[in-house]
């Protein structure tokens, strides 16, 4: 039966191709999509999983709900629970669900088929944002491609990991594994390669994709990897004690019995999504993610992390896939709004803005670690007005550079020979200065802004319009043949990185090669690590 209602839909493709609408054949029933105004056909809100709810809110996907009449593929903005911000709602009217692990796939409009595929991982902290918050219809129209985004639980409600059966963790992770799942089972139909998949994502979603490039339970279901602005090794990526994470939302929010884990599993299970999101915890000083990935508890089941992510890539016990990676010059600046406040802050107590993934058995040892590092970046004055830009590189190689720079090195160490790093530049004349300064810089993820679709690009300034155009064409080209400068292009060659993170390249108006990438602030932070990494561990409930 369901073979005899495929081949109707592979017919209707064929009949409709210049109407309004396109029928495609999935492995749970037909899809129904439309023409969007530039060209292309979307489908929306597909469910790929189905979310477990109620007492096993948080444990992984089930699967997806099946169907024999067409499924209509217009709900544009279903996200997952969360808390809602304000920039999250402007000009569109969003949709929670708890039931929300859903998938848009977006095909371009032409007869070609086996089209290479690129998979949109959002951002947010892993506490805000769902799939459709970005789009890159610009890419898609180059008809080379088809793109795939999607929503994965976040915040508690994907990544509280307890150790438990209920509450194992990592539950948004799995999400994303069964979402790769359903590409490789249906993205033929909608006239995908399979075998051809690149992971794209961007901050936590960067972070996530370089993740899931290392888990077992990603085997053979990507082929390329673009993390952008965010890596496996950052300080945010990994849960360093997640039942100690636990406890300190739980008294946040007025639960005191947090050392009978069966209590705190309960609490967790019973609070409404609405009480629980209302915690903010995703603007820690030392740079951490609360609710991130963690390090799973084993317990007979699947395990999407089961070591941390540097012990992985020093054992090379992964996919060497071709990579474009890297971040945007000032990452920091993102920090800029907790300017007034934490400058008092780091001058009082500047340990509280140490990365958490350093530990020290000493408090003779923490005070060395933090004089010097506020002397590497603040000389001998206190953080002020008058050094905001060394504020900006602190947390710009806290957060960001230096996870990137770290998993770079490994990388290479464990024998990656197919990865094109880079630095991302680009300051438009029609952006703000950096406060207190005279400065431009390139802001968290302003890559993914000169990738993405921005509302009025033709409102755009002559040299940002043409930064786009250049960025675009290097993605489009990593995606299509796994070089960002293929042989033939009139790019500046781009060689993949070697020893001694060597070379990358700098990404501004035009493309400049360069040596050492973040140069003695990667050694600085090399020698750090070496001596005071805090190994992440698995959440060991005692009962």
């Not at 292009?489 to 990358?504: D, I, K, L």
């Amino acid at each position: 039966m369901w073979l005899q209602g495929l081949v109707v839909c592979v017919c209707a493709v064929t009949a409709t191709a210049d109407q309004s609408w396109r029928i495609v054949g999935t492995d749970q029933g037909p899809v129904k999509g439309y023409r969007a105004p530039e060209g292309h056909f979307v489908f929306y809100g597909i469910p790929y999983a189905t979310t477990p709810i109620g007492p096993n809110k948080f444990k992984p996907p089930l699967p997806p709900p099946s169907w024999d009449e067409p499924f209509e593929a217009i709900q544009k903005y279903v996200i997952c629970p969360q808390k809602i911000r304000d920039r999250d709602t402007v000009g569109v009217v969003l949709n929670p669900q708890e039931d929300c692990l859903i998938t848009n796939i977006y095909i371009p409009d032409t007869e070609e088929t086996n089209l290479p595929v690129v998979v949109y991982f959002h951002g947010g902290s892993y506490q805000y944002g769902y799939g459709n918050v970005r789009t890159a219809i610009n890419m898609l129209n180059s008809k080379k491609i088809i793109i795939v985004n999607f929503n994965y639980r976040i915040g508690a409600h994907g990544l509280l990991c307890l150790g438990t059966e209920d509450v194992p963790g990592n539950a948004g992770m799995k999400d994303q594994i069964a979402l790769l799942r359903w590409v490789q089972r249906n993205i033929a139909s909608f006239g995908g390669n399979p075998d051809d998949v690149t992971l794209n994502g961007w901050s936590a979603g960067s972070s996530a994709v370089d993740l899931v490039m290392i888990s077992k339970l990603a085997r053979g279901l990507f082929h390329k990897v673009i993390p952008e602005s965010g890596s496996n090794t950052a300080s945010f990526s990994v849960q360093v004690d997640p039942i100690a994470n636990a406890k300190m939302i739980a008294k946040e929010l007025n639960f005191d019995d947090v050392h009978n884990i069966t209590a705190l599993e309960d609490f967790y299970k019973s609070i409404p999504f609405e009480e629980l999101y209302s915690v903010d915890v995703g603007n820690q000083p030392n740079s951490a993610t609360v609710f991130a990935p963690c390090i799973e508890r084993y317990l007979g089941q699947d395990m999407f992390l089961d070591d941390y992510p540097a012990n992985i890539l020093k054992s090379g016990n992964y996919p060497k896939v071709p990579m474009l990676y890297g971040v945007t010059e000032m990452e920091g600046i993102f920090r800029l709004t907790n300017f007034d406040k934490w400058k008092t802050m780091m001058n009082d107590n500047f340990a509280d803005f140490l990365p958490e993934d350093l530990g020290f058995e000493r408090e003779e040892e923490k005070e060395y670690v933090v004089q010097k590092i506020k002397h590497f970046y603040f000389g001998d004055e206190p953080v002020s007005e008058r050094n905001v830009l060394q504020y900006v590189q602190y947390f710009t190689d806290a957060m960001f550079a230096y996870g990137t720079a770290k998993a770079v090195k490994l990388q290479v160490e464990a024998g990656n020979n197919q990865i094109y790093l880079y630095e991302y530049g680009y300051a438009d004349e029609n952006s703000d200065y950096i406060i207190h300064t005279n400065t431009r810089g390139a802001t968290h993820v302003a890559q993914t802004n000169a990738i993405m679709d921005l509302k009025d690009e033709h409102l755009l300034s002559d040299a940002y319009k043409k930064v786009k155009v250049l960025v675009r064409d290097l993605w489009l080209n990593f995606i299509t043949t796994g070089k960002p400068v293929p042989e033939g292009s009139s790019h500046t060659p781009w060689p993949p990185v070697g020893e001694n993170r060597t070379p990358f390249m700098f990404i501004d108006r035009n493309l400049t090669l360069k040596k050492h990438f973040i140069q003695d602030r990667a050694l600085f932070w090399d020698e750090i690590y070496e001596k005071y990494y805090r190994v992440p561990v698995p959440p060991f409930p005692y009962y």
